[in-house]
């Protein structure tokens, strides 16, 4: 399954299918960025980066695409499983300051 | 890996009395450690960041006398919600960057904040 961010805050996959979540950015300028999970009720758990002079890297079962030119990011997940339900956040070092500012999100549910 | 330890998980204060929030590195010493409160279903908002024998950079809209930051060592940062209402009322997170490069950035478990 694929979500749309904003259009589509909400994922809902199959147990074993793959898993895209899409975040647009909004500074053609950021330099890093970061993938996050959060469970309902606890901080945000890292998942995965990215540098700008990257394109794509690649972690356990996630892959992160960054497309410079359209300012968009993707994480792909692998055999998705019921422990990835979770809202996941892309977040952009905005200025360069080593500070992060997170998307709105988008809410995975993988259906056992 | 690198731990940070926010401390409490839960508080329940009055309307009007201060509560004073706890972010520790554990295994790590953290010169910078960053400020997000989040109201449920939305994101993460950056509030300040706190640098380690300085003062603190406040994101704009954020009120600094309201929300008192102190980073007095390499390991501990602390929140202080002052006179608080019932609007303060939020999920508090706070975050560390593990190394120099700004490679990797821990988050601590958030405190749920209630003001009555």
């Known amino acids: 399954g694929e979500s749309v961010g904003l259009h589509l805050p909400t994922l809902s996959v199959q147990e074993g299918d793959n898993s895209i979540i899409n975040c647009a950015y909004s500074n053609s300028a950021s330099d890093y960025f970061i993938w996050y999970k959060q469970e309902s009720g606890k901080g945000p758990q890292f998942i995965i980066d990215i540098r700008s002079n990257m394109d794509k890297r690649q972690g356990q079962r996630v892959t992160v695409l960054l497309n410079k030119t359209v300012k968009h990011l993707s994480l792909q997940i692998a055999a998705t499983q019921p422990g990835d339900s979770a809202v996941y956040f892309c977040a952009e070092d905005l200025y360069n300051f080593n500070k992060f500012y997170f998307g709105s999100g988008t809410k995975l549910n993988v259906k056992p | 890996g690198a731990v940070v330890s926010q401390h409490p998980s839960r508080v329940i204060c009055k309307s009007g009395t201060s509560v004073k929030i706890e972010c520790r590195s554990l295994?790590?010493?953290?010169?910078?450690m960053f400020w997000y409160r989040q109201f449920p279903k939305q994101s993460l908002m950056l509030m300040a960041t706190s640098n380690e024998g300085s003062k603190a950079t406040y994101e704009q809209g954020v009120e600094k006398d309201k929300f008192l930051i102190n980073h007095a060592s390499l390991t501990l940062s602390t929140l202080t919600v002052t006179s608080a209402h019932p609007e303060d009322s939020s999920f508090y997170i706070c975050?560390?960057?593990?190394?120099?490069?700004?490679?990797?950035?821990?988050f601590g478990s958030g405190t749920r904040l209630t003001v009555v």
């Open positions: 975050s560390a960057r593990v190394g120099e490069q700004g490679y990797g950035y821990t």
């Open positions: 295994d790590f010493q953290a010169t910078t």
